[in-house]
């Protein structure tokens, strides 16, 4: 199991430096039309110390395919925007009741229920447009093969369904939140390269196995380092077994050489 890290490894500096080249692709994609009180809210919750790391995977994963970059974009954006609006629904008073998210006023208390409500929303159909749109240069049958890998990752069997067994008291971990949107990260990389079920199936079982391994890792730091460590080295285990099944990186693969350390950072992360 990897120590922990603190933020002056190549991974990590690669890893702000993409995060700075999402933050300008993500402000581009919120201008259009709409009550500008509306759009600032969802600029409020999309922006403000994020890591950026659902959007990283998914660049690694297509960049691993040997895929264009500007589809990568497009899932890593919609899967940013899907988070983003699940942390505005967590916030609010009928949900984790939290008051602060990232250092800063929750949407709903920077604004009110109603337009935190109407914002998280509004993210969401985004990233439907994103995956759907035309302009993301992916071909009109897998781009509805991705819209509804995403809304199943985002619905009943993901996201919702993972905040339901949360607010039920179903679940000790939050990794049902976390893992489906990262398993989609993954598997629309396998999608767009038109692979098999199969390997599809393979991509997404990495991108939920590093999920539940992220979350782990979160409830750790939550818990002040203490946490269940033997739940994490199964994850981690588990994650390092399913990353081998995957391709190897080509010559000339950047991001996607980096899935390796990337396994290694989440177990070890600092923050």
């Known amino acids: ?88 629904f967590d916030d609010l008073p009928c949900m984790d009741a939290s008051e602060i998210r990232r250092a800063a006023p929750s949407l709903y208390r920077a604004t009110d229920e109603a337009t935190a409500v109407l914002a998280g929303l509004s993210l969401v159909l985004r990233a439907v447009q994103l995956l759907t749109s035309p302009a993301s240069g992916i071909d009109a049958e897998l781009r509805a093969q991705l819209a509804m890998r995403f809304a199943e990752s985002c619905g009943a069997a993901g996201l919702a369904g993972g905040q339901f067994l949360d607010l039920a008291g179903a679940v000790t971990s939050n990794a049902q939140k976390t893992a489906p949107l990262m398993g989609f990260c993954c598997e629309a990389a396998a999608i767009c390269a038109g692979k098999s079920p199969v390997i ?62 990337m396994v290694d950072w989440v177990a070890g992360r600092a923050a």
């Open 1 to 88: 199991m990897p120590a922990a890290t603190h933020g002056g490894s190549p991974l990590e500096l690669r890893l702000r430096e993409f995060a700075d080249e999402t933050e300008a692709s993500l402000a581009s994609l919120l201008q259009g039309d709409g009550p500008p009180e509306l759009s600032r809210a969802e600029h409020y919750a999309l922006f403000g110390s994020a890591k950026r790391f659902r959007p990283f995977l998914a660049a690694a994963c297509f960049d691993l395919l040997e895929l264009p970059a500007e589809q990568a974009k497009t899932v890593g954006a919609a899967a940013e925007m899907a988070h983003a609006a699940s942390l505005v």
């Open 200 to 261: 599809v199936e393979q991509f997404r079982d990495f991108g939920e196995a590093l999920g539940r391994l992220y979350q782990h890792r979160d409830d750790e730091l939550d818990d002040d380092g203490t946490g269940e460590p033997s739940a994490k080295q199964v994850e981690y285990e588990r994650t390092q077994h399913l990353l081998a099944l995957l391709p190897k990186p080509a010559p000339g693969s950047e991001l996607g050489a980096l899935l390796p350390a």
